[in-house]
């Protein structure tokens, strides 16, 4: 009734856990995890499949409530597994309430011996533990294959996409007629440039390779763009 006074289970400066009935799911909040106040619940979601091809849901998919977006320290989200699992496939992620996959969290801790990943988070949502088979994909940014550059004057792009675990630096490869070739990111546009070696602004024929693996280990298919400097 209105003029009641409203209790939440978490203060400033106070700690709480919560969890779901079956125990697999929990949240626990630190002291100072967020700036007010709030009541948070950890529920089995109402959302019980995902969208992206070539993923598995591996857990339930848990819904952490409200929805709050003024975290301090955030707050550690337990998802336990009853099963073995390939590490290097599984990983936890935040699903939108349209079942798409919103992001995947890196560097999570998986505990072996009792099956639980555990990350800290600063936003409410939903989340489950997939696992990822889903390849990446490379493609030329804006050119077609065998294009023609008038002149050394050019630039050529990379897009290097994966909707899962992400492609590390380590397992992007490029070569310029069998010359290892440099790459440089462009964080806000996701662009990387292949800049080097020199001789890719020879008059000539010229064949580009790359070759990526996501986290997960799944391989995209290799990318071969030729071009011409006339």
């Known amino acids: 009734p209105d003029g009641e006074e409203k209790k939440f289970n978490l203060k400033h400066d106070s700690y709480v856990s919560v969890a779901t009935s079956?125990?697999?799911?929990?949240?626990?909040?630190?002291?100072?995890?967020?700036?007010?106040?709030?009541?948070?619940?950890?529920?089995?979601?109402?959302?019980?499949?995902?969208?992206?091809?070539?993923?598995?849901?591996?857990?339930?998919?848990?819904?952490?409530?409200?929805?709050?977006?003024?975290?301090?320290?955030g707050y550690d989200l337990y998802i336990k597994l009853d099963k073995e699992i390939n590490k290097e496939k599984f990983g936890l992620y935040q699903i939108a309430n349209n079942g798409k996959i919103m992001k995947h969290f890196p560097g999570v801790y998986f505990n072996?011996?009792?099956?639980?990943?555990?990350?800290?988070?600063?936003a409410t949502g939903n989340f489950a533990i997939l696992s990822d088979n889903s390849k990446p994909t490379l493609r030329i940014y804006r050119h077609k294959n065998n294009h023609v550059f008038k002149g050394s004057d050019f630039k050529i792009y990379l897009i290097a996409n994966d909707s899962g675990t992400g492609i590390p630096d380590s397992q992007l490869q490029a070569k310029v007629d069998d010359k290892e070739a440099y790459l440089d990111l462009d964080p806000e546009t996701g662009l990387r440039e292949i800049f080097y070696p020199d001789s890719m602004r020879e008059v000539?024929?010229?064949t580009i390779t790359?070759?990526?693996?996501?986290?997960?280990?799944?391989?995209?298919?290799?990318?071969t763009f030729s071009y011409e400097v006339k």
Not at 112 to 118: A, L
Not at 210 to 223: F, G, M
């Open 22 to 73: 079956d125990k697999k799911g929990e949240a626990f909040f630190p002291a100072y995890s967020i700036f007010t106040q709030a009541n948070f619940s950890i529920d089995k979601s109402k959302i019980t499949k995902i969208v992206n091809k070539d993923f598995t849901l591996e857990s339930e998919i848990y819904t952490v409530e409200p929805d709050f977006r003024e975290f301090n320290l």
């Open 112 to 122: 072996t011996t009792e099956k639980f990943f555990r990350a800290r988070i600063k």
């Open 204 to 206: 000539g024929k010229h």
């Open 210 to 223: 790359v070759t990526a693996k996501d986290r997960a280990n799944n391989e995209a298919d290799p990318l």
